[in-house]
Nanobody
Framework: QVQLGESGGGLVQPGGSLRLSCAASGDIFRLIAMGWYRQAPGKERELVATRTSGGSTNYADSVKGRFTISEDYAKTTVYLQMNSLKPEDTAVYYC??????????????WGQGTQVTVSS
């Protein structure tokens, strides 16, 4: 079993910045990718940014140029630097990890979510 511990959410004014962190711990044989998704009230969960262990990244069009995903895979930790935040970025942000366990089974694990609110 793998646990994902998220931190860094909060309330910020429009134009401000936040940095989210997510640390994975547990039975990880090989990490494939980690990323961030978000879900606003009344909407479906959507991809924000992902990064593979090989360094490939993918961003939602709505965050390109404002958000940056980075990682310390030695520590199985992923970060999301969010700049120029907008009210429409308000959502619960969820960390995701895709990995092989020691039994070579493929898993997707999710964090509990951290609230990001952008408001004046």
């Amino acid at each position: 079993q793998v646990q994902l511990g998220e931190s860094g959410g909060g309330l910020v004014q429009p134009g401000g910045s936040l940095r989210l962190s997510c640390a994975a711990s547990g039975d990880i044989f090989r990490l494939i990718a980690m990323g961030w998704y978000r879900q606003a009230p009344g909407k479906e969960r959507e991809l924000v940014a992902t990064r593979t262990s090989g360094g490939s990244t993918n961003y939602a069009d709505s965050v390109k140029g404002r958000f940056t995903i980075s990682e310390d895979y030695a520590k199985t930790t992923v970060y999301l630097q969010m700049n120029s935040l907008k009210p429409e970025d308000t959502a619960v942000y969820y960390c995701n990890a895709r990995y092989y366990s020691s039994s070579r089974a493929l898993f997707d694990s999710w964090g509990q979510g951290t609230q990001v609110t952008v408001s004046s």
